[in-house]
C-alpha cells in the first residue's frame, strides 16, 4: 500500500483512517504535548535560590508584601529548558524540510553566514562606539552597500531600514521629500490589486491616496489600465517585479516611462529579487526607488519575526534624499554621516528611520552570502530558482488549475487555484492535507486577484530529488482533492494541533494569565 492509500484507506473507510490508539498523557510516541507555560507552572517554585528577605530592616515596608501570587509561571530550570525545547520541536523549519512559502523565499541559509556573523569583531559590536574603532563593520556595510547598488543598477542606498515593509515606507519618504523639494505635491499612489498588503498600507501611511490597478487576463498589470489614471496627481506607482503571481513584468520599462513623463515616481517592490539578480538590473528598467529583503534573496534567516532587513535603493533623482546614517569612504577611512556632518554631506536628507546603522548581523551575513557565490554563482542562484518553480508548475499543472500556466513560463514560483475540487473541497483542505505528508503548506489565498490561490516557492536551493518528493506528495494531496475526498476536511490528523481558529487568535489574543478561580 502507497503512504497515501494508507492515508485515506483503499476503501474510504474514515473510521479505519482515523483510528489512533490513545495515551494516557496525549503524547504520540515521543512527539510530546505541550501545555501553556502558566498551566505548567506550580505555584512558588523558582529555577533559581534567592535568600530569605530581611524582614528585620528598619525601613521595611509593612504591609506593602504581596498577598496573592501574581501568577509567574514557577517552574525549575530544567521544566524550563523542556518547555521550550518541546515546543520548538513541533515548529517546521527550513532546516528540517522543504519550506514551500511563496512570496517569502524560505531558503537554506549557509552555515558559513552564521560563523562570520559570529565573529566576536562583529557580534559584540556597541552601536556607541566609536568610529575608529568599528572600521572593520563600516567596511562591511560600504561593501555590501557596493554589491547592492551594482546589482540593482542603483546610484543610492539606504542601509538602515529594518524590514521590506520598511524599506517601502523609505522609499516613498523619499518620493514626498523629492515632490516636495520640488514644490509638486501629489496625492495619489497607485498600486496593482495583486500587490503584497505592505503596498497600500506603506502609501496610506506616506499620506497618499492609494488607487488600485487591475490585472490583466495573464496575471500582469493591465499597462492601458496604468496610463489612463498618470496624471499630476500621482506621486507615483508601486510595483512589484517579478510579481506577486511569479510572473515576470515584461512592460515595466513602458510603465516607468509613462510615470516619469507624468512627473511622478516609481517604486518597485524587490521582494522577489531572487528570481532576477544577476539578470535585471532594476535601475535599466526606470525604477527609483526599491527595497532589498536581505531576508529573502541574500539568504540571512527570517524566523520567529525576525530581524529583517530591507536595504533601500534610490535613483539618481532620489538618492540625495535617502536617509542617515550613510557610510562613506574618505581617504581610506569609513565615516558615518549622521546629523551633525549632514548639512554638508547630505543637506536634502529625509532624517533617520532607526536609532543605528541597521542590522549589523544581517548585513554580515548577507555579505558573506554574497562573497561566496560571486557574480556568477548569483547569477546562478535566480536561474535555479526559476528553474526548479517551472519543474514544479509543470510536474503539477495536470491535477491542479494553473491559471497562468499556459502563458508560459513562471519565475521564481508557481501559482495553482483550487478550481475544479471535488465536493466543496478548497485550499486550506490541500494546505491541512500537506501538513499530514510532512510539509509546511505553501502560502495560501495569496494573491488575492486568483481565487483559492496557492503560492509554491522552493527556492534554488532544493535538489532535484527533494523537489520530487515533494511533488509526489503535493499530487497524492491534489488528487484527493480533485477526487472529492471527504476526509481531507479533518486533515491534519497526525498534527498535535489541527485546524486552530487563526481569525480568532488573532483577533482575541489571550496573552496574559489569568488567575484561576480561588
Ligand atoms: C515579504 C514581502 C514584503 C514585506 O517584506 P517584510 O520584510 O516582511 O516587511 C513586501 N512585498 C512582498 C512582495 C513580499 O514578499
Redesign the pocket.
Known amino acids: 500500500m502507497r503512504p497515501a492509500d494508507q492515508a485515506t484507506g483503499e476503501d474510504g473507510n474514515a473510521s479505519e483512517m482515523t483510528f489512533t490508539p490513545k495515551t494516557s498523557t496525549g503524547n504520540r510516541a515521543l512527539m510530546l504535548e505541550e501545555k501553556l507555560i502558566f498551566e505548567a507552572g506550580g505555584g512558588e517554585r523558582t529555577g533559581v535560590d534567592l535568600p530569605a528577605p530581611d524582614t528585620s530592616a528598619p525601613n521595611h515596608l509593612d504591609g506593602l508584601e504581596r498577598t496573592q501570587s501574581f501568577g509567574l509561571p514557577g517552574l525549575t530550570e530544567p521544566e524550563t529548558v523542556r518547555h521550550y525545547t518541546r515546543l520548538s520541536r513541533q515548529n517546521y523549519a527550513i532546516d528540517l524540510g522543504l519550506f514551500p512559502l511563496g ?2 523565499t524560505m531558503k537554506h541559509n549557509p552555515r558559513l553566514n552564521e560563523k562570520v556573523a559570529r565573529l566576536p569583531g562583529f557580534a559584540d559590536l556597541h552601536p556607541l562606539a566609536p568610529i575608529p574603532a568599528i572600521q572593520g563593520a563600516l567596511a562591511v556595510i560600504h561593501e555590501l552597500a557596493d554589491w547592492l547598488k551594482t546589482l540593482t543598477g542603483m546610484p543610492g542606498i539606504a542601509m538602515s531600514p529594518k ?4 524599506g517601502e515606507l523609505c522609499g516613498l519618504l523619499a518620493i514626498r521629500h523629492k515632490l516636495e523639494a520640488d514644490g509638486d505635491v501629489r496625492e495619489v499612489v497607485l498600486v496593482p490589486e495583486s500587490a ?1 498588503g ?2 497600500p498600507a506603506t502609501a496610506a501611511f506616506c499620506g497618499y491616496k492609494v488607487e488600485g490597478i487591475p490585472a490583466a487576463d495573464d496575471g500582469k498589470i493591465d499597462v492601458e489600465a496604468v496610463i489612463e489614471r498618470l496624471g499630476p496627481h500621482v506621486a507615483g506607482v508601486m510595483i ?1 517585479n517579478p510579481n ?1 503571481c511569479g510572473l515576470f513584468e515584461r512592460d515595466f520599462k513602458k510603465i516607468a516611462d509613462a510615470v516619469h513623463d507624468a512627473g511622478g515616481y516609481v517604486y518597485c ?1 524587490g ?2 529579487f531572487n528570481a532576477i539578480v544577476g539578470r535585471v538590473r532594476p535601475g535599466d528598467l526606470g525604477v527609483d526607488a526599491m527595497h532589498i ?1 536581505l ?2 534573496t541574500f539568504s540571512t534567516p527570517h524566523g520567529g519575526g525576525g530581524p ?1 532587513s ?1 536595504p533601500t535603493v534610490f535613483s539618481h533623482s532620489l538618492a540625495p534624499f535617502a536617509p542617515l546614517p550613510t557610510v562613506e569612504k574618505r581617504d581610506e577611512k569609513f565615516v558615518l554621516i549622521e546629523e551633525e556632518s549632514a548639512a554638508q554631506s547630505a543637506p536634502e536628507s529625509f532624517g533617520r528611520m532607526t536609532a543605528f546603522h541597521g542590522q549589523m548581523g544581517m548585513f554580515t551575513r548577507a555579505l558573506a552570502y554574497i562573497l561566496s557565490h560571486g557574480a556568477d554563482g548569483l547569477r546562478q542562484v535566480s536561474g535555479d530558482a526559476v528553474l526548479s518553480a517551472n519543474y514544479i508548475l509543470r510536474s503539477l499543472e495536470d491535477v491542479l488549475d494553473a491559471p497562468f500556466g499556459p502563458h508560459g513560463p513562471c519565475m521564481h514560483e508557481a501559482l495553482f487555484s483550487d478550481e475544479g475540487f471535488g465536493g466543496d473541497l478548497a485550499t486550506l483542505d490541500l494546505a491541512k492535507g500537506l501538513i499530514d505528508e510532512g510539509y509546511h503548506p505553501m502560502t495560501v489565498y495569496f494573491p488575492l486577484v486568483v481565487h483559492g490561490a496557492m503560492l509554491v516557492e522552493p527556492t534554488e536551493t532544493e535538489s532535484k530529488e527533494s523537489l520530487d518528493e515533494f511533488i509526489t506528495a503535493f499530487r497524492s494531496v491534489a488528487q484527493r482533492a480533485k477526487a472529492g475526498d471527504e476526509t481531507l476536511r479533518n486533515a491534519p490528523y497526525h498534527a498535535p494541533r489541527k485546524r486552530v481558529d487563526e481569525t480568532g487568535a488573532a483577533r482575541n489574543p489571550r496573552l496574559r494569565w489569568e488567575a484561576p478561580e480561588a
Open positions: 512570496s517569502c524590514a521590506g515593509a520598511h503584497h505592505t503596498n512589484t506577486t517592490d521582494a522577489n529583503n531576508h529573502k529583517g530591507g
